[in-house]
């Protein structure tokens, strides 16, 4: 049997806000996760002013999300860029059938998101280091 999950329209032109808004800090993130018993995305949270740890420590523990990430990146000839980043925040305690529920829509979602890059993170670790790496940036 094939469950499929609509976005809902209101998190699209969430998602338009948040990609054409300028902030004033260096990482900011919008928070998607599926209401499950609609079958539909829906916005969780915006984090308009952030660091990475600061939104780990936000993120639920046992439950999938997906993750829009506006990240400052300082590149090594001094370039700063600012990629927008999908992540898919799977921690391994993450009951099978959510799991499987947000992995079947993350292709769906990544292309309505409008993303440079999708970076799995299955074990809850996620760091600077971690995303320069996924990113491929010294």
Known sequence: MSTTVDIDPTLLQELRTF????SSSKTAAA????DKK???????????STTLDELVEELPEH??????????????H???????????WAPASSSIELATLYASALQNF???????KVIDIRDGELSDTILRERLGVR
Request: proline share 4%; net charge positive.
């Open 63 to 76: 439950s999938p999300r997906f993750i829009v990430l506006s990240y400052e990146l300082h590149h090594e």
């Open 19 to 22: 990609r054409l808004k300028k």
């Open 31 to 34: 928070v998607v996760k599926i």
């Open 38 to 48: 609609k079958l539909l995305m829906v916005m969780d949270e915006i984090y308009d």
């Open 110 to 116: 990544s292309v309505h998101a409008d993303v440079g």
């Open 78 to 88: 001094g370039r700063i860029s600012y990629p927008l980043v999908l992540i898919n």
